[in-house]
């Protein structure tokens, strides 16, 4: 894992919000790597203020309240203490499949955009479907862009905030107190959106009714930079594999589940799935198991090398993960 410790402590949320939807350009860009690597960005380590707090800091460096969490084991997300360490985890493997278009990843929590003509990837925060909402599996496109829309809300979502005994307007026009933010990506994918939002608590967390919730000053970004056509690929993958550096490397994040809770035998089957189904495992390396399955039980989002180039650790060609 790669880590780079800064002293820089994290800039004011209210330096990067502008009135009036007003943004400018904060994308988390990182340069492609070359072909045959997988993974960009670097970890960093920041020093908390006093006054900070997760949602705070995520707003200031592209990540969402979930991969925070994640990354700051113990940490108190809404008070985590002046000189507090504090772990970015601004390091991904690139999600497997065509790098063209935005894939977004419903267990990273995460938007990644890649444009045609610069060899670049920028990543967002993404808020995806609550437990009974969930998000789909798909492949679809942006189909229509739209500055400062209104809102007409669903009847099943009307009559669920009647019942609850918070009822919704049938119409919710453009402003700061429309759920839907500065602007809004509708997907060709029948009702689904991908757009700003009024809260922004519910950024990188199971908030939505299937939408695609991002920060304002994100989905501002990211209009500007997509056209009406482009590919739109969601995906649900909580393991990531990828080469970096001649070595390979496991990314884990917590599996999405309406039903109940998922084992860990079923995680770590997952996990030796993805491995001795991956083109990138050859005879070359040997697999640390141990490391293995010290990813699987952190899941804190954070590329991490599980492998070996020499005889030094024993091989397990079947392996049996025990807990």
Known sequence: ML????????????????????????????????????????VQVIEA??????????????????????????VDAWLPGAGSAITLPTQYILPAGARE???????EYRLYYYPKDKPVVYTYPIGIG???????????????????????????ILREHAEAGDPLPA????GPDNPLGPYKLTLSLPGYLIHGSN???GIGTRVSHGCFRMLNHNVLELADLVAVGT??????EPYKLGMHAGRLYLEAHAMISDVEEVSIVDKHAAVVELISQSELVG?????????VRQVIAAEDGIPTVISHITESVSHEPNPVLTF
């Open 3 to 42: 880590a780079k410790m800064l002293t820089l402590r994290p800039l004011r949320l209210s330096l990067l919000l502008i009135t009036c939807w007003m943004s400018e350009a904060f994308a988390l860009e990182l340069a492609l790597p070359q072909p045959g690597d997988d993974v960009v960005g670097t």
């Open 231 to 236: 590919k739109v690929r969601i995906i649900d």
């Open 171 to 174: 119409y919710v026009p453009p």
């Open 283 to 291: 005879d070359a390396f040997i697999i640390d198991w141990d490391r």
């Open 101 to 107: 278009g935005i894939v977004m990843n419903l267990p």
């Open 199 to 201: 809260k922004n608590f």
């Open 49 to 74: 203020s006093y006054e900070d707090t997760f949602a705070d800091i995520g707003e200031t460096y592209h990540l969402g309240y979930s991969e925070m969490v994640a990354a700051n084991p113990g």
């Open 130 to 156: 609550r437990e009974g909402w969930g998000s789909p599996v798909s492949e679809t496109r942006i189909a229509v862009k739209t500055p400062n829309p209104g809102w007409t809300p669903p009847q099943s």
